[in-house]
C-alpha cells in the first residue's frame, strides 16, 4: 500500500516540476571497486586513451581489463593510463561487460583507492532510465504508475548529476543509485512510457529532488 500511495503522489507531483530541454549524458559504474572486468562486442571496438590521444581498433571478439601499477591494462597491453574509452561505430552492436549489454560507451578508469577499477557506462540519461524503469516496476501495472515512476527515476538521476564527478561518475548501478542492468532489463511497452514523460521531473526551489523510491 505504501508503494501505491507513493506512486499516486508523484502523479500530483509532476505538475509541481519542470520539464529539461534536452537529455544530458549520465555516467553510471556499472562495475566499482574490482580489480578485472571483461568487455565484448559483435562489432569492431575503439579503444580510446584520453590522456594520450592514443587510437586503436579491436576486431570483435572479448577483451579483458585490468587494474595493475595504478593504470588501466588491455590484457597483456599497458598503455600506462588510468583511463581507457571504449566506443563502437553509429548504430553498431552494443558492447556488454560482464555478459550484460548497455546502451551507449565505455571509460574504464582507475577508482580512487588507486588501486581497483571502475567501469563506466555513458549514454543519455533518458536512454538509461530505460533500464531503471523497466526494473523497477512490472511492465503490467497501470500505464500512469509506470509514468510517475519513470518521473521519480529521472527526478533522481537529475539530482544526483555531477555530485560525483571527482570520482569519474554520476551513481553507481546498484541500490546505492538506482538498479540498472542495461538492455536486459529494458522492455518496450515501457520505453514508450518513459519516452511520453520526456524531460519531466520534480523539483523543489528549482532543484530536481532526490525521489529516492522505497
Keep these: 500500500m505504501k508503494k501505491l500511495l507513493l506512486l499516486v503522489a508523484w502523479v500530483f507531483c509532476i505538475n509541481c516540476g519542470i520539464v529539461m530541454a534536452s537529455s544530458p549524458d549520465i555516467a553510471v559504474a556499472v ?24 587510437e586503436m581498433v579491436l576486431k570483435p571478439d572479448r577483451y579483458f581489463v585490468n587494474a595493475e601499477g595504478g593504470t588501466v591494462n588491455l590484457g597483456a597491453q599497458k598503455f600506462g593510463a588510468k583511463t581507457l574509452r571504449f566506443v563502437v561505430k553509429e548504430n553498431g552492436k552494443p558492447i ?39 526494473e523497477e516496476i512490472p511492465v503490467i501495472f497501470p500505464d500512469e504508475a509506470i509514468k510517475a515512476q519513470a518521473v521519480a527515476a529521472r ?36 520505453n514508450k512510457l518513459v519516452d511520453v514523460t520526456a524531460g519531466m521531473v520534480v523539483t523543489y526551489n528549482g532543484q530536481p529532488i532526490e525521489a529516492v523510491y522505497h
Design 96 to 134: 556488454e561487460v560482464n555478459k550484460k549489454a548497455y546502451r551507449g560507451s565505455f571509460e574504464v578508469r582507475i577508482s580512487a583507492d588507486g588501486k581497483t577499477l571502475d567501469v563506466v557506462n555513458v549514454l543519455p540519461l533518458e536512454q538509461y532510465l530505460y533500464s531503471v524503469v523497466g
Design 31 to 54: 562495475v566499482h571497486g574490482q580489480f578485472a572486468a571483461e568487455l565484448s562486442c559483435e562489432d569492431e571496438l575503439m579503444v580510446r586513451v584520453p590522456d594520450t590521444g592514443e
Design 155 to 190: 527526478s533522481l538521476a537529475y539530482n544526483r548529476l555531477g555530485n560525483r564527478s571527482r570520482l569519474g561518475y554520476d551513481l553507481k548501478a546498484s541500490e546505492e543509485g538506482q538498479d540498472y542492468y542495461g538492455l536486459t532489463t529494458e522492455k518496450q511497452a515501457i
